[in-house]
């Protein structure tokens, strides 16, 4: 069963708009990892957010977790036309169990 | 540095045959992990290794799939035989092994079973 979910299951955007994408899982978190997989390639580790912290930044990467609500989100500003691929969260559960990936969001950014 | 490397690429086969897959982790690296991804979903983990132990294999059809890493280096995937609902990319990630840490993929096999 896949622990984190993501929502929207597709997105598509103009480029230069900001890109909102959600993640809601079920069990305790040691930490959640956001993931990108461009179309034929595999996945590539964005940032990582530990259960003990509310917001991280990484360039144009927002992510916040809101462990009460057991949800996190992933906000990319000023998009960009390469930003367009699929992104995953990944949820790396308290009882130590493997990191589960979600369904993913497809992301298209229009040029 | 070198990333994670996984040949081949591509590979067509017919149900009942069987095929390898090939993997080499980045140097270093401990802990080696196969995925399984169906077209539309997110990656499915097949099966863990800690160095050359598995730590996972409770989602690995056993039947038909086996792996292997031996000397704790690269490590093949196995179908034996293939069937329709095989056909999925195959992923290989290794990271340097606490739990949770940050995976490294590569490119990835994607395969089709006609």
């Known amino acids: 069963s896949q622990q984190g979910e993501e929502d929207p299951q597709a997105l598509s955007i103009q480029e230069g708009e900001n890109a909102t994408m959600n993640c809601s899982y079920k069990?305790?978190?040691?930490?959640l990892q956001w993931y990108r997989q461009n179309s034929g390639r595999g996945l590539v580790h964005l940032i990582l957010?530990?259960?003990?912290?509310r917001e991280k930044h990484s360039g144009r990467l927002r992510v916040t977790l809101d462990t009460s609500k057991k949800s996190s989100s992933l906000l990319i500003t000023a998009s960009r036309a390469a930003d367009t691929a699929s992104y995953f969260c990944?949820?790396?559960?308290?009882?130590?169990?493997?990191?589960?990936f979600g369904k993913g969001i497809t992301l298209s950014v229009r040029p | 540095e070198a990333g994670v490397a996984q040949s081949p690429r591509y590979k067509i086969i017919e149900k009942r045959q069987s095929v390898a897959f090939w993997c080499n982790p980045i140097?270093?690296?401990?802990?080696l992990y196969w995925y399984q991804q169906i077209l539309g979903q997110g990656p499915k983990l097949l099966i863990q290794?800690?160095?050359?132990?598995?730590?996972?294999d409770s989602q690995l059809p056993k039947d038909r799939f086996s792996a292997e890493r031996l000397k704790g280096v690269d490590s093949t995937l196995k179908i034996q035989p293939a069937k329709l609902e095989d056909s999925a990319v195959y992923l290989c990630?290794?990271?340097?092994?606490?739990?949770?840490?940050?995976?490294?993929f590569g490119a990835g096999t994607r395969l089709s079973v006609l």
């Open positions: 140097s270093g690296h401990a802990t």
């Open positions: 290794f800690q160095n050359n132990g598995v730590v996972d």
């Open positions: 990630a290794s990271s340097l092994g606490a739990p949770g840490d940050i995976q490294y």
């Open positions: 957010i530990r259960s003990n912290e």
């Open positions: 069990t305790s978190i040691n930490n």
């Open positions: 990944a949820t790396d559960p308290r009882d130590n169990s493997k990191l589960t």
